[in-house]
């Protein structure tokens, strides 16, 4: 019974704290693997749709995008830096995909020699290109042979209901950067 209880606390626990380094004016984060490792996120990075995570800062945001290809099975990863800068790759296996995660990205510029950054991690279900793509088929499908019925009132209801991005978990921390 405690074994359990302990085992319940423990995968309910926060993930550990993200760790910033300064490279010149950029400030760079590096997220904790144990963020891959939630129970909610890596159901989601099994599932072959894309999650994807938005770092937040007051001023910018940054983006990782991972999809699990289960026809060539890799993981298809995207990054884009808060100064919008994109990294593309495939990666192997899980581990390889731990490893990649550790590399820090850009999420903001550091005007002084310290600044205080409140960080917010969004973990998205799906990426707005697959949003995009699911509403251009409800829309091409949602069409009904009944004149009683308004299709487009009946697609507009299904992509309100069922599209949107609601996170799966989402944690913030407050961080300081320094040169």
């Known amino acids: 019974m405690v074994s359990a209880l302990l085992a319940l606390l423990l995968a309910a626990a926060p993930p550990d704290r993200p760790t910033l380094t300064v490279a010149g004016d950029r400030v760079l984060v590096a997220l904790p693997p144990s963020i891959l490792k939630q129970k909610e996120v890596r159901a989601r990075l099994e599932s072959a749709l894309t999650t994807t995570f938005i770092v937040k800062t007051k001023d910018s945001n940054a983006r990782i995008e991972i999809r699990y290809d289960l026809w060539d099975e890799v993981y298809r990863v995207k990054r884009v830096d808060a100064a919008g800068r994109v990294a593309q790759q495939q990666i192997a296996n899980a581990a390889q995909l731990e490893a990649w995660w550790r590399t820090p990205v850009e999420i903001a510029r550091l005007a002084g020699d310290r600044a205080a950054l409140d960080l ?3 973990v998205l279900p799906f990426s ?16 009904t042979r009944d004149p009683s019925i308004d299709s487009k009132s ?3 209801a299904l992509i309100g209901t069922t599209l949107s991005a609601r996170p799966i978990v989402s944690y913030r921390w407050s961080l300081e950067a320094r040169r």
């Open 120 to 122: 917010e991690l969004v």
């Open 128 to 143: 707005a290109a697959d949003e995009s793509d699911a509403r251009q088929w409800l829309s091409k499908s949602g069409g």
């Open 154 to 156: 009946v697609v507009d």
